[in-house]
């Protein structure tokens, strides 16, 4: 692997930045939350963000725009959860992934069952130390605690986001069995061999280099540890040579916060390059489900399986966008929501729909199956 360029932590500066754009609210809620942020903060991030995307195209992006994002990898995806973090709570919930749907279940109770799958094949058990890489508010995190009883550090580069997932752990009475690190996980803290097991759900995609993620999360990994990941790929059928392809992926990454998705066949060897023995490995999105992973992005309500699916399914139906997103502006314009809202909002809207053509398509998955161990020596 040839070496990343690591970006210099300074947790001072974001712990200041997050204070200026968010100051003390954390419990707050949907617009609400959207409209308390600092005007000039938002603005802020939201130049830093976009300026690795405002007039770069898939018809001509280059080698060069690509490094330049990887470069800023940490900058990169901090701002665009300093951005995107009250969208996502307010249409998905606090639990940032997607997940497969069996007959008749509800869209909430998949999502808890995705993350229960992962933490059995896992074998996570009662009182294991466990690290979540990638945390996010802490949503899986919170549930694999109370399925498993395990012990989970969750690592994040968002202030923000562990102020949230902070609060969330209290709430739930689970604070003496989970925790919450700043950091960055191409560059962790932790020593050599501290933790059982590790998991990333949806979000080592992040990296730079997954060789480079890969190998932190294998360091921090005891002997015979074991690691799962839900990894978001483009399958081998994604051609960098088609542009419609690129339009896809590019599209993907602008609305998520992504410098540098890679195929399939790429993200096995890299986890095999850190050192780990596959243990097991599979496309979830292949399986024969009632419902496809996407559909709630699609917008179709026939899908749905309760009331409380209804009102999820509803936001992302092209009509609940159009009010949502005109709603956004209107308040924008009225100064109501700071600068940018809208911006953001809809670039996560054209996210969402290159993740259902990738879908469609069999170009991208959401839910590559990894799991993997650390040799015993």
Request: proline share 3%; net charge negative; charged share 25%.
């Amino acid at each position: 692997m040839a070496p990343i360029a690591l970006e210099p932590e300074n947790h001072s500066r974001d712990a200041a930045f997050k204070q200026a754009l968010h100051g003390k609210q954390v419990k707050g809620e949907g617009f609400l939350s959207m409209m308390s942020k600092d005007r000039e903060a938002h603005k802020e991030a939201t130049e830093e963000y976009f300026k690795h995307w405002d007039d770069k195209s898939y018809e001509t992006e280059t080698v060069e725009v690509r490094e330049a994002r990887k470069k800023e990898y940490a900058t990169l995806t901090r701002h665009y959860y300093n951005l995107a973090t009250d969208i996502y709570e307010y249409g998905w919930g606090g639990c940032f992934h997607f997940c497969r749907f069996a007959y008749g279940e509800g869209f909430h109770q998949a999502i808890a069952r995705h993350e229960h799958y992962l933490a059995h094949l896992m074998g996570l058990r009662d009182g294991m130390k466990v690290l979540d890489v990638g945390c996010g508010v802490g949503g899986p995190a919170r549930e694999i605690v109370k399925f498993s009883d395990v012990n989970v550090v969750g690592l994040n580069n968002n202030d923000y986001q562990i102020d949230r997932a902070t609060a969330y752990a209290v709430k739930e009475g689970l604070s003496k069995k989970l925790s919450f690190v700043k950091g960055d996980f191409m560059q962790m803290s932790f020593l050599e061999n501290t933790f059982d097991a590790v998991y990333a759900i949806e979000a080592t995609v992040h990296a730079p280099s997954l060789e480079g993620v890969y190998s932190q999360i294998f360091r921090v990994l005891k002997p015979g540890g074991v690691f799962g990941v839900y990894e978001w790929f483009m399958t081998d059928a994604y051609d960098n040579e088609n542009s419609e392809h690129r339009r896809i992926r590019l599209g993907i990454e602008q609305g998520d916060g992504i410098s540098n998705m890679v195929r399939i066949s790429e993200g096995l060897h890299a986890i095999r390059a850190a050192g780990f023995h596959l243990e097991l490995h599979e496309d979830l999105a292949e399986r024969e489900d009632a419902r496809p992973w996407y559909y709630p992005l699609d917008g179709d309500l026939r899908m749905a399986q309760s009331l409380g699916d209804v009102v999820t399914i509803a936001r992302m139906t092209k009509w609940g966008r159009y009010v949502a997103h005109n709603t956004i502006g209107a308040l924008e314009r009225i100064g109501l929501m700071p600068t940018g809202t809208k911006k953001t909002a809809d670039s996560l809207a054209v996210a969402a729909d290159c993740l259902v053509e990738g879908g469609k398509k069999k170009l991208f998955t959401p839910m590559y199956l990894i799991v993997a161990r650390k040799p015993k020596s």
